[in-house]
């Protein structure tokens, strides 16, 4: 199965959840342990190694806070 | 050198053609249309653009995206339609975009007439839209004028970056006079700030919102110090017999050409009269006046406007050091005889007779 | 590593204004992919309107002019006939494109100007704080219509892909939305087709995009999804309304 590497650009995060949404995987949360510049609980991959790479939930994030690639 | 019959607003179009005008926008209004429809048959070949608008509005947005491509552009109206332009022109003054824009004015207010009229003083010279600004203008006097003011106006535009405007009377847009045909401009300024999509460079922006306040501030200041420049390099104006001048007439456009007369059937009556004309609506000849306010004994605005626009600009020149008399009226153009017979009335009043 | 997604070149990079949640930004970003594929983003020029997306020319990664309110079709129209090798767009809100700008967009249409309009459709003014715009739908709340529009009082909600498609003009007029990941890559197909379209010269393009505003909906980022689903597909029928030659 593909492995997917997630980037993520924090400080661009506005935590409105629209990537947790439609994560085929559901395995991003809100990072309740930090607060970004913006002030807001950035959102992050809780299980890394389930993501597959699939890119949907940069194709949804409004805000370019989320790099995707496959191995 | 070639000289031909021409209409006041056909040499106006011939003139921006000349110029390397290379796209025109315009929305149909009399007593300026024939401009439009010069051009509409002109541009075609010349491998220009012209572009009749749904409305002012978009004619003048339209000059706003074809100046900041950097071509040279115009668009041509009367008085209702420059209103509705207004908007527009401020956002070309606080983007910096040259233009030409062409008042062939009419009576108003409201719809008026189409008959001549210097009533839209106020909205040319006043930066008729929001926002502090000016840009400048051009009176023309005579239909070779016409085309010469509308080669000046284009160089005046890129050079300072501003809005210019030609305004003239309906009269003079519908006078056939001889026009010497200039020889067409073949140097033209760079345009590095242009919109030409950003191959081999930075992406440049036209714009003209500033939300930061210091930013609005800079912007605001960047402009006063144009508008400084273009007062210290710009002024233009003619005097007629002033030095001796007990009474002086000033007069723009069609109306400096009728006041002359006046000045000198009046001379003939032994009365001593001359006459200042403003080229230059804005930046307005002040320093011009103001000299001959402190040696002669009272003037007169000659307008073709029943309120008086210009006159405001008079009295701030003189400056409260002599009488400032007012000869006007809307609709019909006043003969020389007329105006004598009324500076005689005036000079009578004032004891110089 | 197989790079999925990234930020496209023909955005800036610039951190968005926008309200957590508004589709402002997976737009913008639809736009920039389309110019990166295309190679088009040096002889792309961009519009933006007066609104939310008033401050796009911060975000795309071209040359961008920024219009009076509702003029960008006018002010796209003269580039477009100065330099006819170049793609334009213009970037409109509801409240620029569909009230204030209704005149310039029907008449670029009707001229058939080579432009790509994206109209982003979120049935309300943004950003003056989300008031009636032609837009809104019955029964819609807003600030300036707080007991719901009403057909008798402000009239019914404007068609604009309805009201373009018929226009001679217009070779490509398609409405999508952002509500999902398969709406989403519909969205992007039909921008490219718009600027593909544009360049074949065929005549006006335009795709509106149904959008969110969660804050002047008074909804979460995700509720709006729902809301938008619900509420203005149902009305906004999504699809192909005009394809020149087809």
Redesign the interface.
Same mark, same amino acid.
């Given at each position: 199965m593909a492995r997917g590497v997630v980037t993520f650009y924090s400080d661009r995060c506005k935590a409105c959840g629209l990537c947790m949404l439609f994560c085929p995987k559901q395995i991003m949360d809100f990072d309740k342990t930090s607060i970004n510049s913006l002030g807001y609980h950035p959102v992050s991959v809780a299980k890394p190694e389930e993501c597959n790479g699939c890119g949907i939930c940069a194709l949804m994030c409004p805000d370019l806070v989320i790099e995707v690639g496959r191995e | 050198m070639q000289r031909v019959l021409m209409k006041g607003n056909e040499a106006i179009a011939e003139g921006a053609i000349r110029a390397g005008c290379?796209?025109f926008?315009g929305y149909p209004i009399t007593p300026s249309s024939e401009i439009a429809e010069y051009m509409a048959r002109k541009m075609p070949a010349l491998g220009g653009?012209f572009?009749q608008? @749904?409305?002012e509005?978009?004619?003048i947005?339209?000059?706003?995206?074809?100046a900041?491509?950097g071509?040279r552009?115009m668009t041509a109206s009367s008085g209702p339609g420059i209103s509705l332009k207004q @908007?527009?022109i401020s956002?070309l003054a606080e983007g910096e975009l040259p233009c030409l824009i062409v008042d062939i004015c009419r009576g108003g207010p409201g719809l008026g007439g189409i008959q001549p009229s210097q009533a839209d003083y106020f909205q040319a010279t006043r930066g008729g839209g929001h926002g502090d600004y000016h840009i400048i203008v051009l009176a023309p006097s005579s239909a070779q004028e016409m085309m010469d003011f509308t080669m000046l106006g284009f160089e005046l535009a890129d050079k300072h970056r501003s809005p210019v405007m030609i305004m003239a009377e309906g009269t003079l847009g519908n006078l056939i006079e001889p026009v010497v045909l200039r020889d067409a401009v073949t140097e033209f300024v760079d345009k590095p700030w242009a919109?030409?999509?950003?191959?081999?460079r930075q992406?440049?922006?036209?714009?003209?919102?500033h939300m930061p306040v210091e930013l609005l501030q800079t912007r605001n200041q960047h402009l006063t110090k144009k508008y400084e420049a273009i007062r210290s390099e710009e002024i233009r104006s003619e005097e007629f017999m002033t030095e001796d001048a007990d009474l002086i007439l000033v007069a723009y456009g069609i109306m400096a050409r009728i006041a002359r007369k006046a000045v000198i059937n009046a001379r003939q009556l032994g009365l001593k009269t001359g006459l200042i004309r403003p080229i230059t609506l804005w930046p307005y000849p002040y320093e011009t006046l103001g000299r001959a306010a402190r040696h002669c004994k009272a003037m007169v605005s000659v307008e073709i406007s029943t309120v008086g626009q210009m006159i405001e600009d008079i009295r701030l020149a003189a400056e409260g050091k002599v009488p400032v008399h007012y000869i006007g009226e809307i609709g019909r153009t006043p003969n020389p005889e007329e105006i004598t017979q009324q500076l005689l009335a005036i000079a009578e009043r004032e004891g110089l007779r | 590593m197989k790079i999925i997604a990234k930020k496209p070149e023909s955005l800036t990079g610039a951190k968005y204004h926008y309200c957590p949640g508004c589709t402002h930004g997976i737009i913008h970003r639809l736009v920039a992919e389309v110019m990166d594929e295309l190679d088009i #983003?040096?002889?792309?020029?961009g519009?933006c309107p007066v609104g939310c997306s008033? /401050?796009a020319?911060d975000y795309?990664?071209?040359?961008?002019?920024?219009?009076?309110h509702g #003029?960008a079709p006018?002010?796209?129209?003269?580039?477009k #006939? /100065? /330099?006819p090798d #170049?793609y334009l767009f213009t970037y409109q809100g509801d409240g620029d494109l569909a009230s204030i700008g209704m005149?310039?967009i029907?008449?670029a249409s009707m001229r058939g100007e080579k432009i790509t309009t994206i109209f982003v459709n979120n049935t309300l003014y943004g950003m003056t704080g989300g008031q009636m715009a032609p837009t809104t739908l019955l029964g819609q709340v807003t600030t300036t219509s707080p007991y719901g529009r009403k057909a008798e009082w402000e009239g019914y909600p404007a068609k604009m892909c309805e009201l373009l498609s018929i226009n001679e003009g217009a070779a490509y007029v398609c409405r999508t939305a952002v509500n999902n990941p398969a709406n989403i890559i519909k969205t992007k197909k039909a921008i490219k087709k718009a600027f593909q379209i544009q360049a074949e010269g065929l005549g006006f393009t335009m795709v509106e995009v149904l959008s969110t505003c969660p804050t002047n909906w008074g909804l979460s980022p995700t509720d709006a999804l729902k809301w938008m689903e619900e509420h203005m597909i149902p009305y906004y029928p999504l699809g192909e309304f005009k394809v020149k030659g087809e």
């Amino acid at each position: 199965m593909a492995r997917g590497v997630v980037t993520f650009y924090s400080d661009r995060c506005k935590a409105c959840g629209l990537c947790m949404l439609f994560c085929p995987k559901q395995i991003m949360d809100f990072d309740k342990t930090s607060i970004n510049s913006l002030g807001y609980h950035p959102v992050s991959v809780a299980k890394p190694e389930e993501c597959n790479g699939c890119g949907i939930c940069a194709l949804m994030c409004p805000d370019l806070v989320i790099e995707v690639g496959r191995e | 050198m070639q000289r031909v019959l021409m209409k006041g607003n056909e040499a106006i179009a011939e003139g921006a053609i000349r110029a390397g005008c290379k796209g025109f926008f315009g929305y149909p209004i009399t007593p300026s249309s024939e401009i439009a429809e010069y051009m509409a048959r002109k541009m075609p070949a010349l491998g220009g653009v012209f572009v009749q608008a @749904e409305s002012e509005l978009a004619a003048i947005n339209m000059v706003y995206g074809g100046a900041a491509t950097g071509s040279r552009v115009m668009t041509a109206s009367s008085g209702p339609g420059i209103s509705l332009k207004q @908007e527009g022109i401020s956002f070309l003054a606080e983007g910096e975009l040259p233009c030409l824009i062409v008042d062939i004015c009419r009576g108003g207010p409201g719809l008026g007439g189409i008959q001549p009229s210097q009533a839209d003083y106020f909205q040319a010279t006043r930066g008729g839209g929001h926002g502090d600004y000016h840009i400048i203008v051009l009176a023309p006097s005579s239909a070779q004028e016409m085309m010469d003011f509308t080669m000046l106006g284009f160089e005046l535009a890129d050079k300072h970056r501003s809005p210019v405007m030609i305004m003239a009377e309906g009269t003079l847009g519908n006078l056939i006079e001889p026009v010497v045909l200039r020889d067409a401009v073949t140097e033209f300024v760079d345009k590095p700030w242009a919109i030409t999509g950003c191959r081999g460079r930075q992406p440049n922006i036209v714009n003209t919102l500033h939300m930061p306040v210091e930013l609005l501030q800079t912007r605001n200041q960047h402009l006063t110090k144009k508008y400084e420049a273009i007062r210290s390099e710009e002024i233009r104006s003619e005097e007629f017999m002033t030095e001796d001048a007990d009474l002086i007439l000033v007069a723009y456009g069609i109306m400096a050409r009728i006041a002359r007369k006046a000045v000198i059937n009046a001379r003939q009556l032994g009365l001593k009269t001359g006459l200042i004309r403003p080229i230059t609506l804005w930046p307005y000849p002040y320093e011009t006046l103001g000299r001959a306010a402190r040696h002669c004994k009272a003037m007169v605005s000659v307008e073709i406007s029943t309120v008086g626009q210009m006159i405001e600009d008079i009295r701030l020149a003189a400056e409260g050091k002599v009488p400032v008399h007012y000869i006007g009226e809307i609709g019909r153009t006043p003969n020389p005889e007329e105006i004598t017979q009324q500076l005689l009335a005036i000079a009578e009043r004032e004891g110089l007779r | 590593m197989k790079i999925i997604a990234k930020k496209p070149e023909s955005l800036t990079g610039a951190k968005y204004h926008y309200c957590p949640g508004c589709t402002h930004g997976i737009i913008h970003r639809l736009v920039a992919e389309v110019m990166d594929e295309l190679d088009i #983003r040096e002889q792309t020029i961009g519009i933006c309107p007066v609104g939310c997306s008033v /401050l796009a020319y911060d975000y795309f990664n071209c040359d961008m002019l920024e219009a009076a309110h509702g #003029r960008a079709p006018a002010i796209a129209t003269a580039i477009k #006939r /100065l /330099l006819p090798d #170049r793609y334009l767009f213009t970037y409109q809100g509801d409240g620029d494109l569909a009230s204030i700008g209704m005149g310039e967009i029907v008449h670029a249409s009707m001229r058939g100007e080579k432009i790509t309009t994206i109209f982003v459709n979120n049935t309300l003014y943004g950003m003056t704080g989300g008031q009636m715009a032609p837009t809104t739908l019955l029964g819609q709340v807003t600030t300036t219509s707080p007991y719901g529009r009403k057909a008798e009082w402000e009239g019914y909600p404007a068609k604009m892909c309805e009201l373009l498609s018929i226009n001679e003009g217009a070779a490509y007029v398609c409405r999508t939305a952002v509500n999902n990941p398969a709406n989403i890559i519909k969205t992007k197909k039909a921008i490219k087709k718009a600027f593909q379209i544009q360049a074949e010269g065929l005549g006006f393009t335009m795709v509106e995009v149904l959008s969110t505003c969660p804050t002047n909906w008074g909804l979460s980022p995700t509720d709006a999804l729902k809301w938008m689903e619900e509420h203005m597909i149902p009305y906004y029928p999504l699809g192909e309304f005009k394809v020149k030659g087809e």
